[in-house]
Structure formats: structure tokens, C-alpha cells
């Protein structure tokens, strides 16, 4: 397409995917639970963290206690007077037990944990810690953002992928979408996209790799490359509020059938507007390489 409007639009949208690249993200594309601590001290007088174990039980009182694995982007760290925690699901109870600089070692109680992203604040006293968990506006999915951008994506990118469905129904082979169908495509992508970036800005590097995936594969035919990367992007930032709201139960099973659900609609939408140029089976492996790529690239990024 030669519609200059259209270009400004999809340029803007790129730079807010790259600039989303940039800002501190930890780990992992998908959406993980996570675990914030803030140390305050009961005295005029802060000692600094030197060592932290965070322990996970099944049992109330701790007493199967076992430290949170290693294991891709979860972990556990700390820096002087805060540690940060992101995991794939955690246990129902945990308890702290830290060394500080004052050369005395510390341990909580046992305490557990209500939002997907929770924040504490744990006050050091003399022997002990005293962990609470902060009731913070916007935690977990239901933050005013993220709110906003699975309300958004929903409201207008998902009338506007019928509409791409309902083109390709009626169109003939070469037939060629309307220029405002990308325009308006592209602009409430790019507003997704800058929303995107201040609720979870891990979305943008999902939706490059993964678009790159598509970009790939039309480039390698006779394919419609505007068509597949409008649709890529459009596709993506429906599917990936929608994966953020589902796994903030935590629960393994609900991950799952998140992960196979979004691998399957992310196929069927593509599918609907594209499937003179590709079968369903073809972007159902498209699909799951999209997913797997995003997936296992996460995994190689620091925590």
C-alpha cells in the first residue's frame, strides 16, 4: 500500500514495540506471579540484606518447607533493602529467612500471598521479621491499566478482526481490503501498544517475535506481507490481555488450557481472513512455533 497516512501509523506502532523492548522487564513473555519486598526497620538503625532464602510450604505451619527453585526467569533476589520474586506458581505458604549485615540472622512467620504480583513490607525487628502484604490499587490483572487495555483490545480490535473475516468472505481472490481497514487496524494497535507498554510491557517483545514469525513465512510466497503483518499484530494484542487476565489464578491447570486456548484462537483468527493464502493446519503450526518461540526466548532472559 502506498497511503502515507498508513505508514506514519505503522511506524509509530513499531517504535512503541521497540521502546517496549527497552524498558526493565523481567523474564519470561508470559504473564508470571510475582513477589515484591520492601525491609524497613523497627530502630533508627537499617542493617542491609546480605543473604535471603525465600521458602515455600504446602503445610501451614512450614514444616515442609524447601527454597523457591531455580528454574529459567523464577527465582529469588536481593538487593539491600529489597528483594523481588517471579515464578511460574508458587505454593500456598512461605516464609523469609535472612542474614544482614549486622551479622544477625532473621526468619518470618509464616505468611501467604493474595495478589498475582503482590508487595510487601517486611519490618526488621530485633530477632524477627514481620512480613504484611500491601493491599495496593492495581494488583495482579485487575489493575486500572491492564484493565483498560483488555476492555480496549476486546471493544475495538476484536470488530475490526470481523471485519477483516467478513472481507475475506465476500472478496474474490484478488480482491484488496479497504486502506482505512489498515488504518484503523493499525491505529488502535498502536494505541494498544502504548497502553501496553504501562500495564505489561513484556507484550511488546511478544508480539515482534512472534510477527516475525508471520513475516517470515509470507515472505517466503505469494503472499500479501501487509495483510499478514496487520493481522499478526492485531491478533497478538487480542489474545495477550486475554492471556494475563486468565493466569492470574495461578492455578496450573487454568495456565494450561490459557496456553493451548490462546494457541488455538491465535490459529482460528488467522485463519478466518487468510485462508486463501494459507490452510488452517499451516497456521496452526505457525501458531505454536509463535508461542514457542516467544515461550523459550523468555526463558533466556535474565531474571
Known sequence: MKHRSLWVVIGVTVGLLLSGIALPARADMGPKPAMDFTFVAATDVQPDIVEAVLYECTDPSC?????LPEIGP???ACQARSCHSLAYGYADYFRLRVRFSD???RESHVFSKQAFQARYTVTIEPTSLQVKEQATVGAGFNGPWRALLLLGTVTFLLPLLVLWIIW?????KDAVPSPWLFIA???ISAIGCLIGLVAMPTVALTVLLEVAVLFVYARRGDRSLDQWLTLGVAVNLLTQPLLWALAASELWPTLILAEVGIWLVEALL???PLRREATFPTLLLLSLVMNALSFGVGLLLPV
Do not use: E
Open 103 to 105: 551479622g544477625v540472622t
Open 168 to 172: 475475506s468472505a465476500r472478496g474474490g
Open 185 to 187: 487496524t493499525w491505529g
Open 63 to 67: 514444616a515442609d518447607a524447601q527454597p
Open 270 to 272: 488467522l485463519y478466518l
Open 74 to 76: 523464577q527465582g529469588f
